[in-house]
């Protein structure tokens, strides 16, 4: 509200046309998706399978977030919001009060990456009210107040500081090994930190959206929970090396 304008907003019909498209392109996908999860056989004994499966799941979830999104900002753009030039040549997109993009956020190849830009409203809020506010443990204490926010369910427990851990993980891992990558070494990095990041998101997405044992237990039967913990694993292993 501090950064609006006092000149008349650009004409939004456009804008929230486009979004208004997206939206339905989104559901189209959900809808597919769903699709396939119901009409096929989920047989936990192939581990391959079985993570697909979860992993699809979780991208359902995500998919009503991407398209609650995107209604919202179709509902401040046609109230005249969110449409704050803080440059000139920036073109009037309507993208200033938006809280994600479905290709930008789901290209993130790292799990700090996807925290910054999921939600990213209420990220930057919890940045300004929690993160900057303290010295010690900052990100744990910000997780911890999302987590009392959201509900203190057991999946929530869960979702949120693993989503904590594997943040801190995501910083030091990064920081240790891509100084000693070369750049052909850097690419598969980047794929392979993609591949471990969707399947870390995975299992926070499951986790928080059940709620209960029923979502734990769907990844304890599957290998997709290994993947945030080897993450926290190799934390501690590297914080030592730190250390020494």
């Excluded at 000693?180 to 299992?203: D, E, P």
Aim: net charge positive.
């Amino acid at each position: 509200m501090a950064a609006i304008s006092l000149h008349a907003p650009p004409n939004p019909l456009g804008v929230v046309l486009l979004k208004l498209m997206q939206i339905i392109l989104l559901e189209c996908i959900k809808f597919y998706v769903v699709y396939l999860l119901k009409h096929s056989y989920y047989d936990s004994s192939s581990s391959i399978y079985a993570v697909l499966w979860v992993w699809g799941l979780a991208l359902v979830f995500r998919i009503q977030y991407y398209s609650h999104w995107r209604i919202s900002e179709c509902l401040n753009n046609a109230a005249g919001f969110g449409f704050l030039e803080k440059e000139p040549e920036d073109s009037p997109d309507g993208c200033k009060l938006s809280d994600g993009d479905f290709c930008t956020i789901e290209a993130s190849s790292r799990m700090s990456e996807f925290a910054r830009r999921w939600n990213a409203t209420t990220a930057s809020w919890l940045r300004r009210l929690i993160y900057i506010r303290y010295k010690r443990f900052p990100l744990f204490i910000t997780f911890s107040f999302s987590l009392w926010w959201h509900g203190c369910h057991l999946g929530h427990f869960v979702g949120m500081w693993t989503w904590a851990a594997t943040g801190k993980a995501d910083y030091h891992i990064h920081r240790y090994l891509h100084p000693k990558l070369s750049s052909t070494q850097r690419k598969i990095y980047s794929c392979l930190g993609w591949i471990n990041t969707q399947m870390i998101v995975a299992c926070i997405v499951i986790a928080v959206e059940l709620r209960d044992m029923s979502g734990l237990r769907l990844l304890s039967i599957t290998y997709i929970g290994l993947f945030p913990l080897l993450n926290t694993m190799l934390l501690f292993i590297l914080l030592k090396l730190n250390k020494v």
